[in-house]
């Protein structure tokens, strides 16, 4: 018999997460039938999505998030002890799965952890996982920068916005990022290649914008949303391109009070722009085809993936509000 | 000798244009050399966009705007007298053109007004003009409207709205509009058809919204910006649409301290929506293509162009500031 531990969600947030809005409940799991694994967690995330999806989601709920997992017990002889697999299970230390019944419900399916030619397989939930896929197409295919161009990245210290300016280096862009500490400005400018970062709670946002990106804006990708983003998009090019990833900034408010920012219609009239928000899980059957790429920036130097690593389950709520509070920079992930 | 009258723009507006923002001035024209020819205007256009160009044109400027012109003298043999031409010309009486000479400037080219088939010329400032090209390809182009689909248009009983209403009906969709009036309501239902319409400035508009498009909105053509979009973007489906043609609720503000509403970023996200803004001159070649598929409308009766007319030339300063305060319903223009 295996106990396994689990977080439910047992109340929709207000404002900032509380260690009880969370029960750490214990289960046991009963023996494995044939064609299923038993896996236990190595790596949990946490991640800004984990907030905004609460009051979406019905409580009480599992909290849901990527992990790698490794198996420990095996019924399914494609999965032997020791695969590592990739699930949005979450929050929680042993899984049963049965890898040969095909779903829909992403919450119930896995992946093989890709091949990370000897890379932490930590990045399985950063890098090389669903961040680095966000990164990847959410820049790419909705932003689809050109060499030479103008990049503007919000929270650029984050898992996504550091390897969103990062490929956009790789691509010959100019890039400018947007963060919340002066240590978070140094790390973008000194160590991944920015070539100008600010942070925004000190600098004059539009002056800085204006003096950093004297062309104008080309390609925005936009983690926070809020004021700063209608001051961008307010510097923006003719035909300007807006990849809408997340709004932080107002994660932690009432839904149905959401804050208010200068109207950006007169921006997206008079220069053209298009603005679009998207879920990556809109390239699902594509991920693999980021992962190899990403896997090779890595290996090459070309990309830097670091982490912000907090040890132990039992911290996976400290983790979490302190990834909220911008504690991190980097992807901040749990080791179980 | 001939003496042309124009509209001079003096002044920066504040708030609502004043009547001594403009100054009528007048010059003698001098004697048509080969290839000239001599028009007089017969419609002058009133449009949202010239209130909100006013910021970005150093002053002094001539009003530009749309005109239908009839050639009352030829040095042109292209350009017989009688000939009627759309220039960007705006609100002057006399114009001297060399249409042989190609030019990139707006406010100099011209083009032979379209085959009417007998409708009046007047449309040619607006259902087959510049307003009936944005409301075909800002539509059709942006939001991509499928058969069964729900559509929303603001500001849907003016020169634009009221088109993409109509079009959007043509092309298989519900049709919900706002205008700002009750009158401009019941016109919008029991003469252009639209499946719902409402007065946004006595209804609960999120209200109301969920009750016309109960399963949701796919695609959202905006002529007005502000609160009412934050609203309306709220409630769009997955992979919704929305063309932004203009932010008319904003065009009398202070450019620099332009209103706050609600952040859009969760909607946009969360369902995945694309919003782009456009000027209809993107699409400058291919206005003839639209303008063969509005005449046929109007000729066979699926399309209504009704027109809101201010006679003389003297007018049309209380032309211009009517239409902004929203008395038109259909296109606002000046007979001279």
Not at 55 to 65: L, M, V
């Amino acid at each position: 018999m295996v106990k396994a531990r689990k977080y439910v969600v047992k109340k929709h947030f207000q404002g900032v997460p509380k260690r009880d809005d969370f029960e750490i409940v214990e289960q046991e799991l009963p023996p494995l039938k044939d064609g299923e694994i038993l896996v236990k967690a190595e790596w949990i995330s946490v991640d800004p999505y984990l907030r905004a999806y609460n009051a979406r989601t019905p409580i009480p709920y599992d909290q849901f998030s990527y992990q790698v997992a490794v198996v420990t017990e095996s019924k399914n002889p494609d999965y032997p002890v020791g695969t590592r697999v990739v699930s949005h299970k979450g929050w929680r230390d042993y899984t049963i799965f049965n890898p040969t019944v095909k779903t829909d419900d992403k919450n119930a399916s896995l992946y093989k952890l890709p091949d990370l030619h000897g890379l932490s397989p930590s990045l399985g939930v950063g890098a090389v996982g669903m961040p680095g896929a966000t990164a990847y197409f959410g820049f790419l295919e909705i932003c689809k920068p050109k060499a030479g161009e103008t990049v503007v990245v919000t929270g650029a210290a984050g898992a996504v916005g550091s390897i969103v300016g990062q490929i956009a280096k790789i691509k010959g862009c100019r890039v400018i990022g947007f963060a919340g500490s002066d240590d978070k400005v140094q790390w973008l400018e000194k160590e991944l290649g920015f070539d100008k970062a600010f942070n925004y709670k000190t600098v004059d946002i539009l002056k800085s914008l204006k003096e950093a990106a004297p062309k104008g804006v080309d390609c925005y990708f936009d983690n926070v949303g809020g004021e700063i983003s209608s001051l961008i998009l307010s510097q923006m090019n003719d035909y300007g391109r807006a990849s809408v990833c997340g709004s932080i900034s107002a994660y932690n408010e009432d839904p149905s009070k959401m804050p208010k920012a200068t109207i950006i219609q007169p921006s997206l009239v008079f220069k053209q722009l298009k603005v679009e928000g998207f879920l990556v899980w809109r390239w699902d059957g594509r991920w693999p085809e980021a992962f190899a790429e990403l896997v090779n920036w890595i290996k090459s130097g070309k990309l830097k993936a670091r982490e912000h690593v907090t040890e132990g389950f039992d911290k996976l709520y400290d983790a979490f509000t302190g990834m909220l509070a911008g504690e991190n920079s980097g992807k901040a992930v749990v080791k179980v």
